[in-house]
């Protein structure tokens, strides 16, 4: 095991590398003129174009460019982000928190949910409870994040008002942020460790509306996958000889078939909790949620190359860590799966 | 359900139901900022921030933009001829630092836009009064450091003078610009900027300060002072130790949301005060007469759009077959004045006005501003008519146009719906003149477009300019004279318009300017350099608890979106 997660850590470097070459090189079909872009806001700044692809080295040859940025890389300095105005490794460690707090809150309900749908949709197949179940499949599969987003808002916020808009906190708690301490980055969490309790709720109510969204959106996945799977395994063999040992519905059903059934849910799960952790980048962008999936959208608009190879090279940590993770999890449940 | 209907309670029961408290401004809008720091600042986003931070030596009067008055400056002098500026600075003047502005800040500050000069930067509008180039010390090796010293200096009263190479009459209203503010020297040293001496001014040069340490964490006079910035939110407090009146609101929070449907819902609730909106139509329909609503219109709008009409077409490949043989145009299609004439009544520019721009538009006789000294409303303007289109396209280059047709491609900026809107109600009008006459449009990306432009490529298209400093000869130099930005993407060059130009930059009588401004627009009109897109009317709006913003305040020279400084509002 211990092997398995060291040649696991040990891909990390390698699979960032690859990934920078190959995003580096994609930028090498942009003219330096495309490329500069990013620098230029008006037509007063157009007319310097020529000035800017000089002083920033875009019609360096690829190597030079590469090396460049390789280098100060491995000087721990990613660049600078024009869409978050600020240093590439300063905007991650800002933005990151706050998209773990948000994946905290929506991956278990996410997990919960679709599991026990599922098994729910599979145990009364093509009866009125599984009909209900596969409609709110469709609805979570069809309706696009955004609309979902702003119905919520235009909901529970603008008409019934019982929760709050866009945003991460109130107006009135703004000022209150700069004299938390920060301790984890996760902004509710801090103000916990701070005592200040009225400001965790207002974050914590802040996240509620696009944690549902993705609730809504996410489990939909789960249930379709958990029901097939289930309704496999009620019919395997395995089941059918616990049922002629004469064991209860439960036992069968909770040990028997859904133990089984989980198996590929802890793979979909580890993809879930890649995808939110890269940053849900509608949700974020709909509830002005400060987090990655905010920054990266913003930084591809803006075609900010600093911070797509940023982004990037953060994906490639969280893609081996949650797999190397799952892996694991894999081995746990299922004893034949063996690492060394 | 006895669980949801707790959860219902408890939810109800903690709202907050937090409009928009009353000592504090709430705007939503969708802008990043790249920028704190001035000598960086060249993008409406870090404007309308830095110019309630900072501030510069000469401010607008009100909402007026031909009248300066002072503002870290209190007086001046002008003599050699125009060429020497001499001012008095404000006294009892604290920086956000607490230490005090002396001439020595300001010093600092000229001199450090001279030697960074970057390129996506505005100081190049500075440098080319004081040192006669736009250029850096890198892309211009005459400029030493001994010249950038010359040009900005204390002088024993501690006074601040500027000595330029030549008159300028424009340099008062440069100075204007939010970008040329006075920084904190010893702070801003302290930080690791510049050092502000000639040792290391090379290492400096051509350094783009967008993250530089000032923008971090800056420092200025303004009547508000920095508190915070994260990655939705910008947050700043009155100043206490300000010079000024006292502002009536204690804080300012500008929130960064994405989301129109969003903005708008906070702002009908109440939980902003100010929105960035969608465009006329839709902030019309959702905003407009909706209760605590206050809606301000016909505002004055300082830009201009043209369509330019290339006399020089430098790409091959937009050109067809290259000749008058109605599969293409030649390179010169536009040198023929009968042909920018018929374009110029092809142009339905009712049709975009009443379309595109909902009644709210208006026709202008010269490319710059109606409300800029200078502007000439007497002039004669171009209007629809087909007869008279027709009329001229016979009579172009000999009868060839008409009787072989063309097939010419018009461009606009990808993503531009005004851009868009222009090319096709051009080519619909055309080509319904004479069917031998095809009108391509094709979009081109912003950064493609820049680069052809300056090239020389582009056939047809339509550009627009928003001001830098509010002069006649920010437009005026720009689009008509063959020396200006703009000379390249139309090829039009005229001697005594050239001439006329030249002279308006050797005067500082506004009277002399204005006659020749006059006859420059006289000129354009005969000629038929460029076909004028009606200019949109500008409106503003916000709840009605603010006070301080409308008309009579609105200033369409400042960043901020109600044209006004924050220091200026209250709420009620």
């Known amino acids: 095991m211990f092997n398995f997660i060291v040649r696991r850590l040990l891909q990390i470097p390698v699979v960032m590398l690859v990934l920078s070459i190959m995003i580096v090189g994609l930028t090498q079909l942009l003219t330096p003129e495309q490329r500069a872009a990013p620098y230029i806001r008006t037509e007063q700044q157009a007319a310097r174009i020529e000035q800017i692809i000089e002083s920033r080295g875009l019609r360096d040859s690829f190597p030079v460019q590469y090396g460049r940025w390789l280098s100060s890389t491995l000087q721990g300095d990613l660049g600078y982000s024009r869409a978050s105005g600020d240093d590439v490794i300063d905007t991650i460690r800002e933005r990151l928190p706050a998209t773990i707090e948000l994946t905290i809150l929506t991956a278990i309900p996410i997990m919960l949910i679709g599991i026990w749908l599922g098994t729910l949709a599979a145990l009364h197949k093509d009866k009125f409870l599984d009909q209900v179940i596969r409609v709110f499949v469709v609805f979570g599969y069809s309706l696009p994040t955004f609309v979902l987003g702003i119905l919520l808002l235009a909901v529970f916020y603008a008409y019934f008002n019982v929760l709050p808009g866009a945003g991460q906190v109130s107006v009135l708690n703004q000022f209150a942020l700069g004299d938390l301490r920060r301790y984890t980055g996760m902004l509710s969490i801090d103000a916990m460790l701070n005592g200040r309790w009225d400001i965790a709720w207002d974050v914590i109510r802040h996240m509620i509306l696009p944690a549902l969204t993705l609730i809504t959106v996410l489990s939909a996945q789960i249930v379709k996958v958990m029901r097939n799977n289930m309704l496999e395994a009620l019919t395997s063999d395995y089941v059918r000889t616990a049922r002629a040992k004469g064991l209860s519905d439960r036992v069968v059903n909770g040990k028997h078939a859904r133990r089984n059934a989980l198996l590929s849910i802890i793979t979909l799960a580890g993809f879930l909790i890649i995808g939110l952790l890269g940053g849900s980048l509608i949700t974020e962008t709909i509830f002005a949620y400060p987090g990655v999936g905010q920054w990266v959208v913003q930084a591809a608009l803006q075609t900010d190359l600093a911070a797509v190879l940023g982004f990037a090279m953060m994906s490639a940590v969280v893609v081996v860590v949650v797999s190397t993770i799952v892996d694991i999890l894999y081995g746990v449940v299922d004893p034949r799966v063996r690492f060394d | ?572």
């Open chain 2, 1 to 572: 359900m006895k669980k949801l209907a707790i959860l219902s309670t408890l939810l109800v029961a903690s709202t907050a139901f937090a409009a928009a408290p009353k000592d504090t401004l709430v705007y939503q809008w969708s802008s990043d900022i790249p920028t704190l720091d001035p000598a960086a600042t060249y993008d409406t986003g870090s404007g309308a921030i830095v110019e309630n931070l900072y501030e510069t030596l000469l401010t607008y009067k009100g909402a007026s933009i031909s009248q300066l008055e002072g503002l870290l400056g209190t007086k001046w002098t002008v003599s050699n001829a125009g060429k020497t500026y001499t001012f008095d600075l404000r006294k009892n003047v604290k920086f956000h630092s607490g230490n005090a502005m002396t001439c020595t800040d300001a010093e600092y500050s000229f001199e450090r836009m001279l030697v960074t000069n970057e390129g996506s930067s505005a100081n190049y509008i500075i440098a080319e009064s004081l040192l006669g180039t736009g250029a850096n010390a890198n892309d211009d090796k005459t400029i030493t450091w001994a010249r950038i010293d010359r040009a900005v200096e204390c002088n024993s009263a501690g006074q601040l003078v500027f000595t330029l190479p030549k008159t300028d009459p424009t340099f008062l209203a440069r100075l204007a610009y939010t970008g040329f503010a006075v920084v904190d020297s010893k702070y801003a040293i302290g930080l690791g900027e510049w050092s502000g001496k000639e040792a290391d001014w090379k290492a400096w040069v051509g350094k783009d300060l967008t993250n530089s340490k000032l923008d971090k964490a800056p420092s200025g006079t303004g009547a508000y002072k920095f508190v915070r910035e994260d990655a939705n939110a910008f947050l700043a407090t009155a100043f206490d130790g300000y010079w000024g009146k006292k502002p009536a609101l204690k804080n300012v929070i500008f929130q960064r949301v994405d989301e129109i449907a969003a903005r708008q819902q906070a702002f009908l609730r109440g939980d902003a005060d100010i929105i960035e909106g969608g465009g006329r139509a839709t902030d019309t329909a959702q905003l407009k007469g909706k209760p605590g609503v206050t809606w301000v219109d016909d505002l004055p709008n300082v830009a201009a759009t043209a369509l330019f009409m290339n006399q020089n077409i430098t790409d091959k490949g937009t050109l067809g077959s290259g000749k008058l043989d109605g599969k293409g145009i030649p390179a010169n299609f536009f040198s023929d004045v009968n042909v920018r004439r018929a374009f110029s009544y092809a142009f339905n520019y009712q049709q975009y006005i009443t379309d595109f721009q909902k009644g709210a538009g208006k026709q202008r006789t010269t490319l710059m501003p109606d409300t800029f000294p200078g502007y000439d409303a007497k002039v004669k303007k171009y209007t629809y008519n087909r007869a008279q289109a027709t009329a001229y396209f016979k009579k172009a280059w000999g009868g060839q146009v008409w009787k072989n047709g063309f097939v010419l491609t018009a461009f606009y900026r990808d993503g531009s719906a005004a851009a868009q809107t222009i090319a096709e109600i051009l080519k619909r009008e055309v080509e319904a003149i004479n069917p031998k006459f095809k009108v391509n449009v094709s979009a081109k990306q912003w950064s493609e477009m820049v680069a052809s432009g300056n090239e020389g490529k582009n056939p047809l298209i339509s550009i627009g300019w928003a001001p830098d400093f509010a002069d006649a000869d920010n437009f005026m130099y720009t689009f008509y004279s063959s020396n200006g930005y703009y000379a390249k993407r139309s090829s039009w060059k005229d001697a005594s318009v050239d001439k006329w130009l030249e002279q308006t930059r050797a005067t500082t009588n506004t009277a002399e300017r204005n006659r020749l401004y006059s006859l420059v627009a006289n000129r354009a009109y005969e000629q038929a350099s460029h076909i004028l897109i009606p200019a949109g009317v500008n409106y503003s709006f916000f709840r009605d608890t603010i006070v301080g913003a409308g008309k009579a305040n609105y200033n369409p020279m400042i960043s901020f979106t109600l044209g006004t400084y924050w220091k200026e509002l209250s709420k009620k």
